[in-house]
């Protein structure tokens, strides 16, 4: 056109920590780095015995980096192992020093290949060691999966200081178990509520209800679930509802504490849907129906309910399995109607303090099928969705949001890459004080990527499922178990869900609905077009139109895969709707 123009996306259709855990026999004593990439990339990862960890250091800007081990005292060096991962060192030096400040080198690799790379024949001595890193590979920067020496003075030290390490963690687990055990008197929490059923039968993190396209006997959920009432304090356990055939999930407590929402699935049905009952068991009666399933349901405080639901009628656009957006109801379950017009999936929605809603969009227009999957936020009519946090770092599945009591932080999951089956990740506080894209204001609380749908008592104490058992933690990762599955539901492939106190809560602010539902149409308002995260450069004058177009969900999904609509390989449908003015 001989104009710039930029583009509207209107849809009807998105690493990140500050601090690293407690390790299982914490080698930071004896374990340093010049630098690290973030903090999933400790050096103490690189002599942890675990090959799924790694030390990763900063971009390569000139300056050598180096990984150095500190034996206590001195010790004859005779073999060394490196366990390399993809970012190799093409050039790299050993070294020994009995200061830590006058090195010598015992050996020299200039054309390093990566992989496991095995010196021997050192005959060196000294305190510490460290491989000097050079030059880096295409890849910029220098990680190591693991560090090992096999044998002699060397690999007793190590083995002695990750002794007195393992002996210091089991100590403080000790005093931190004695500090957990007395959250349910603390905080007024001596009961909580939670589900068990079988975990969903594919490894997506969002495939666990509904049937495979090519298949409609075909299901992503097995059979067998209960609702379960527990108190902390005397260890009875109290089943509310239970199902051999059907499902119960995604309980959640009203804020005066007197019944729980959940969605259940009967066993003579095929879709789950939303149900109330009191906390004694008493009074069950269902919300929702039709043929559809209506998950992750959450109270509001004017006492209308936010849950996610298929009845969008659509299907994930590289997979096979069908696509749950956010909708509301009033407390009756009448008057439903949807909040998101998102392509693929939007996770479990929770009201923050100010009346928004937190929750997890699978961001889909334009970018990577499998990369962004974070937080946003959104008005409980559905209106000003915006990124909360993590929408421009790709790699990482952020749900389960909750706010921390008292402050302006929220507990989630990170679930690994694309994402866990049942959101199986790492619990993290979320800080949004520095923006959405601040990687160093998200701190990782476990270790392992094996935690499930955590509660915010504070910001010392949380409660979250295990797979076959459920877990208080502290700031630490730190945890005290208080309930674990029988051998008679184990037998039965039974998992635990979504743990929550039996307690009061006060009720969010209330945001009143900005939206005439009488109306067909709305009104989009963007106030600077020149206002955004890639503007530099763009002078005020050079935007002369906008491109409004439309991305549209798929209605069905019979391969399973990424199938190209066009030339370049896109695979999503647009249309253009027009252009502004």
Not at 412 to 430: K, L, N, Q
Request: a negative charge; one cysteine or more.
């Amino acid at each position: 056109y001989g104009l710039a123009m930029a583009a509207i996306f209107l849809v009807s259709t998105a690493w990140v920590w500050a601090s690293r855990p407690a390790l299982a026999a914490d080698a930071s004593a004896f374990l340093t780095a010049s630098s690290i990439h973030s903090e999933p990339y400790p050096a103490e990862y690189a002599i942890d015995g675990d090959r799924q960890t790694r030390w990763a250091s900063s971009g390569f800007g000139g300056k050598p980096e180096w990984l150095q081990v500190d034996f206590g005292k001195a010790v004859t060096v005779q073999s060394l192992v490196v366990h390399w991962e993809r970012a190799h060192a093409v050039e790299y030096q050993v070294q020994v020093s009995d200061d830590g400040r006058e090195w010598q080198t015992v050996h020299h690799q200039q054309d390093g290949k990566g992989g496991r790379e095995a010196i021997t024949g050192l005959a060196a001595q000294g305190r510490y060691v460290r491989v000097l890193c050079l030059e880096p590979d295409q890849f910029g920067l220098f990680s190591i999966w693991e560090i090992e020496f096999p044998d002699g003075e060397a690999a007793a030290a190590v083995a002695e200081a990750k002794r007195l390490a393992a002996e210091a963690r089991r100590k403080a687990e000790r005093e931190a178990a004695r500090h957990l055990a007395e959250v349910p008197a603390k905080f007024g929490a001596e009961e909580i509520v939670f589900a068990l059923r079988q975990p969903g039968k594919d490894g997506h993190w969002y495939a666990n209800f509904g049937y495979y396209a090519e298949d409609e006997n075909r299901l992503t959920y097995g059979n067998g679930g209960k609702l379960c009432r527990l108190n902390l304090v005397s260890g009875q356990l109290t089943t509310l509802l239970e199902d051999a055939d059907g499902a119960v999930r995604d309980p959640v407590v009203h804020y005066d504490a007197g019944k729980i929402l959940f969605s259940y699935r009967q066993g003579t049905s095929r879709y789950y849907h939303l149900y109330e009952i009191n906390v004694d068991g008493t009074g069950l009666h269902q919300l929702t129906d039709g043929p559809y399933d209506d998950i992750e349901p959450c109270y509001l405080p004017d006492e209308t309910i936010v849950f996610v639901s298929s009845r969008c009628k659509r299907w994930v656009q590289c997979w096979l399995t069908q696509v749950a957006v956010m909708y509301r109801c009033q407390a009756d379950g009448t008057n439903i109607r949807a909040i998101s017009a998102n392509l693929e999936h939007d996770n479990t929605p929770w009201p923050l303090p100010d009346g928004r809603l937190l929750y997890q969009r699978w961001e889909y227009v334009d970018r990577s099928q499998v990369d962004y999957h974070h937080l946003w936020t959104s008005n409980p009519d559905g209106t000003g969705q915006m990124v909360y946090y993590g929408n421009m770092h790709p790699g990482t599945v952020m749900i389960d949001a909750k706010p921390i009591p008292g402050t302006n932080r929220v507990v989630a999951i990170f679930s690994p890459g694309h994402g866990r089956r049942e959101h199986d990740g790492v619990v993290t506080v979320v800080d949004p004080r520095k923006g959405p894209d601040d990687r160093t204001f998200a701190r990782p609380i476990t270790r392992d990527a094996t935690y499930r749908d955590p509660w915010a008592f504070s910001e010392q104490v949380f409660l979250a499922a295990q797979g076959k058992r459920i877990v208080l933690l502290d700031d630490q990762g730190r945890t005290y178990e208080v309930y674990r599955v029988s051998a008679e539901e184990q037998a039965a492939g039974l998992e635990c869900h979504e743990p929550r106190p039996l307690a009061r809560r006060q009720r969010e602010q209330v945001i009143p609905d900005r939206i005439n539902q009488r109306q067909a149409t709305g009104r989009l308002v963007l106030m600077d077009v020149h206002k955004g995260r890639n503007m530099t450069g763009l002078e005020r004058g050079e935007i002369k139109k906008l491109l409004v177009v439309e991305s549209l969900p798929k209605p069905v999904n019979f391969t399973g895969g990424m199938d190209p609509l066009t030339y370049g390989g896109s695979f999503t449908l647009e249309r253009v709707l027009g252009t502004v003015p």
